[in-house]
Structures are given as structure tokens and as C-alpha cells.
């Protein structure tokens, strides 16, 4: 991981957790709450190491895949976005596949996630992934959950840096998070049929998160556990998490300085009647 600044480091409110924290609660007591502002200029920080990160990425051609499962509601397309806010969308890359084909439910379930898997240079983050079929599809979960292992450590051997997060949250705040998509008309989307089934179905979702934990929490691919009750914690974690798994450098940039304008010459503004946009606010 690229050096910190010493500064930022000594004012933080939140811990960078380091490569060997265990769990989610290295740091400040949850009980402390961590204010907006406090939040922002930690997320600064972290989303300025994210740059350097995919700095050394492009320069190496490094290949990073992360995946972001969990429950429903704990909020794995929050710190996607906060991790891909400050960041290029050629090296950073979001994977969010839609319901199968009748096709793709033809194929080996983890063969449609393979053409995204990151090329040399690329970081690639999985907005849900092939253990899509560990928590839905109960009657192939046994099988699926026996020749995962042996897919992800041929990922790893090809040279990828896999990385597995797993979004937990507990029973209350999930319902109060989906009374607020039923609630908020600016969250109505993220409410769908399958929502609903995982708040009814709490338990039998509980016991498929565990079998696929038994199974495929390997030695050379774990899974790292996000606790995301608190929001703004879990997401400082989580990204603080990611940058420590990747051992990158700093890479060196060359000083730029802007090149003055060149002379107007006989350049004229048009007498011409544009469209603005309306100024409402």
C-alpha cells in the first residue's frame, strides 16, 4: 500500500485497517457517531490512495477483481459508487449482470462472469457474482459450491488479485432500510420482489451464507466481512480494507504546466442566438 500522509493519518477518526484486522471492528467504538464532515475528509484521503492505486495498476498491468455480496440492503452498491466516485471508468470497472438468458441458464452458472474478468491493467468490481447462485438456486447450490474453489484458484494462478467481500447487516436496520425504499420515492427502485423475499426468508437466506462460507472462505481466496449497521464506518472500512489486500507504489508523475492560450487573431464572436438552458436555480 502507497504511503500515507502523516497528517491525514494523525486527524483520521477512522482506523485503515491493517492486513492482518480480522474483522470490521478494528477502530473507534460503533457507538461514537462519525459526522458528515469527519466522513468526507476521511473518504478524501482514502479516494486519493484509489487514484494511486489505479495509477500503478495502468503502469504494471496489474489485474484486480473484487467481489461485493451480502445481504440485501447492506449496501454493496454504496461503496461501489464511492470507490468509482473519484476514479476512471476505463480502469475501474462495474459488473452488474442481469437475470440470465435462457441460454446463459443453459451454461456452467460462473461461465457468463468469466469474459469480465479483468485483462492487464484493469480493475474489475462484481455488483453481486457468481455466488448469485449459492443464496437463489437451491438444488444446484451443492454442486455449484464444489467446483467454485477450484475455478477461483485457477483465476488466481492466471495472475489475478481476488479479493471476496461479504455485506452483512443485521435484521432491524435491513427493515428499516427497506421502509425507507418503500417510503422514499427516490428509493422505490432499488425495492424489488427478491427484497422482499430475503426480509421473509431471513433464515434460509442465514444458512446459505453459511454453507457457501464452509465451503469457499479458502485460505488462498477468503471472504472479508463488512459489518455495514453503521454506513458510513463500513464504507471507510471496506475501501480502507481493499487498498491494504493491494501492494501497490506511488507511481511518479511527470510536472505538468498548463500551455498559455494562443492569440485571439481575428477571431469574432457570432452574432448567433443560443439555446441556454434556463436558469431555475
Not at 458528515?36 to 494511486?52: A, C, G, S, W
Request: charged share 30%.
Amino acid at each position: 500500500m502507497a504511503k500515507h500522509n502523516k497528517k491525514n493519518k494523525e486527524t483520521s477518526n477512522v482506523a485503515v485497517i491493517g492486513r492482518d484486522a480480522e474483522n470490521g471492528r478494528t477502530g473507534p467504538p460503533e457507538n461514537v457517531a462519525l459526522g458528515r464532515k469527519d466522513f468526507q475528509k476521511n473518504l478524501e484521503h482514502l479516494q486519493v490512495e484509489l487514484v494511486k492505486l489505479q495509477e500503478w495498476v495502468r503502469t504494471s498491468g496489474a489485474k484486480v477483481c473484487v467481489l461485493f455480496e451480502g445481504r440485501d440492503a447492506a449496501g454493496k452498491g454504496g461503496v461501489i459508487k464511492l470507490i468509482t466516485e473519484r476514479t476512471s471508468p476505463r480502469i475501474f470497472r462495474t459488473v452488474a449482470l442481469p437475470a440470465p438468458t435462457e441460454r446463459e441458464k443453459s451454461q456452467m452458472y460462473i461461465q457468463r462472469y468469466l469474459p469480465h474478468l479483468p485483462a492487464a491493467g484493469e480493475i474489475v468490481l462484481f455488483d453481486r457474482s457468481w455466488y448469485n447462485r449459492a443464496g437463489v438456486d437451491e438444488q444446484e447450490v451443492e454442486p455449484f459450491l464444489k467446483y467454485v474453489p477450484a475455478v477461483e484458484r485457477a483465476i488466481i494462478a492466471s495472475g489475478v488479485i481476488l479479493i471476496k467481500y461479504w455485506l452483512e447487516v443485521s435484521m432491524d436496520i435491513q427493515t428499516e432500510r427497506f421502509e425507507e425504499r418503500i417510503q422514499d420515492y427516490r428509493k422505490i427502485w432499488k425495492l424489488s420482489p427478491m427484497d422482499l423475499e430475503s426480509h421473509r426468508r431471513w433464515y434460509d437466506y442465514s444458512r446459505s451464507r453459511d454453507a457457501m462460507f464452509a465451503v469457499t472462505d479458502t485460505p488462498e481466496s477468503p471472504w472479508y466481512v463488512v459489518n455495514t449497521d453503521d454506513q458510513r464506518r463500513a464504507r471507510l472500512n471496506c475501501i480502507a480494507h481493499f487498498l491494504s489486500l493491494v501492494r501497490y507504489k506511488e507511481v511518479p508523475r511527470e510536472s505538468i504546466k498548463l500551455p498559455k492560450r494562443q492569440p485571439k487573431g481575428d477571431y469574432m464572436e457570432p452574432a448567433y442566438s443560443y439555446r441556454y438552458v434556463p436558469a431555475a436555480y
